[in-house]
């Protein structure tokens, strides 16, 4: 039980370190990602190609809440670089309000998409696949 693990823990790793190479591996090109401004609900924000120049796609996300009523306000470009990525601020505004921000960087094209849980299988999917096969193909049959 052991190798076995052992084997799937390896073909893994096999899997992930290919995928990484081919992303390096593959030529340069513009970067596009999600593009909008202040706007209310992630489909009103369309793809756009980046200029030569910009590596990353940006979102931001900024919700003021309270116990009856919130409010979104979204925003996704292109961009140069990214400082404080990934990070999540909340604070009270007053004694009723709530304000959350939420800024994502990544750097593939079209990553600034709308979080989608249901693609996650679709994600998984392929690499496990793969992984499980190599796991067959490597262990010694008795």
């Known amino acids: 039980m052991t190798q076995l693990l052992l084997a799937l823990w390896a073909s893994l790793m096999f899997v992930e370190l290919t995928w990484d190479l081919m992303i390096m591996a593959a030529p340069a090109q513009n970067l596009s990602c999600f593009q909008c401004f202040k706007v209310s609900h992630f489909n009103q924000c369309k793809p756009k190609k980046c200029q030569a120049n910009e590596n990353v796609c940006l979102s931001n996300e900024v919700l003021l809440y309270s116990n009856t009523r919130s409010r979104v306000q979204i925003s996704k470009r292109c961009a140069i670089g990214c400082s404080n990525s990934n990070s999540l601020y909340e604070w009270p505004v007053n004694n009723i309000f709530h304000a959350k921000i939420t800024r ?9 998409r709308a979080p989608d849980n ?7 999917l392929p690499p496990m696949a793969l992984s499980l096969l190599c796991t067959l193909l490597s262990t010694p049959v008795l």
């Open 104 to 112: 994502q960087c990544c750097s593939v094209t079209l990553c600034n």
């Open 118 to 124: 249901r693609d996650l299988p679709e994600k998984l």
